[in-house]
């Protein structure tokens, strides 16, 4: 018998949006627990949001964002006989945001503008447009899940 299961935390709004998701994506982004730099970060993401699309509310902008990032199912490895499958089987809720927010902010690390701000600035509005890095992670796993289809009856 396993320990007794975590207890649920419950994270508090951001000060500015008083939106819970944005603490996440916060404490996600954070590095060597500097969360006020993340927020100076998300904020300024925002901003640059903001100006580059007058007419849609920046905070729309970054959920949007996050609801096309979002994946529905995922493959998992299992190893059966001698040989590995990957199984598609279907994400949990809280799961679904969190690789959501992993993948927007690894791939705008990786985008070639100046300030970490306007990388994440920009991937906000490239996932909200439906393209973008992240936004193509989300197709692969749903096209990796689709092609081992086969293989889900190996699911655990």
């Known amino acids: 018998m396993r320990k007794n299961r975590a207890k649920k935390r419950y994270i508090l709004p951001d000060p500015k949006f008083n939106d819970t998701t944005v603490t ?4 996600n982004l954070m590095l060597d627990g500097k969360k006020s730099t993340a927020y100076k ?3 300024q993401a925002i901003d640059v949001v903001a100006s580059k699309s007058e007419d849609v509310e920046p905070l ?3 959920r949007k964002a996050l609801q ?3 994946p529905a199912v995922e493959v998992k490895s299992r190893r059966v006989g001698g040989s590995t499958y990957q199984i598609p089987s ?3 809720d ?10 927007i902010i690894g791939y705008s690390r990786k985008r070639n503008e100046k300030t970490m701000g306007e990388k994440l600035a920009a ?9 973008g890095a992240s936004y193509k992670k989300k ?14 009856h190996f699911r655990f």
């Not at 996440?24 to 404490?27: G, I, S």
């Open 24 to 27: 996440k994506f916060v404490n």
């Open 41 to 43: 970060i998300f904020y």
């Open 60 to 62: 729309e902008v970054f």
């Open 68 to 70: 096309n990032v979002t």
């Open 90 to 92: 279907p994400v949990r």
């Open 94 to 103: 809280g799961r679904k945001l969190a690789l959501a927010m992993k993948w």
């Open 123 to 131: 991937e906000f509005l490239a996932a909200s447009k439906e393209e």
């Open 139 to 152: 197709e692969d796993t749903h096209r990796m899940a689709e092609a081992n289809k086969a293989f889900s």
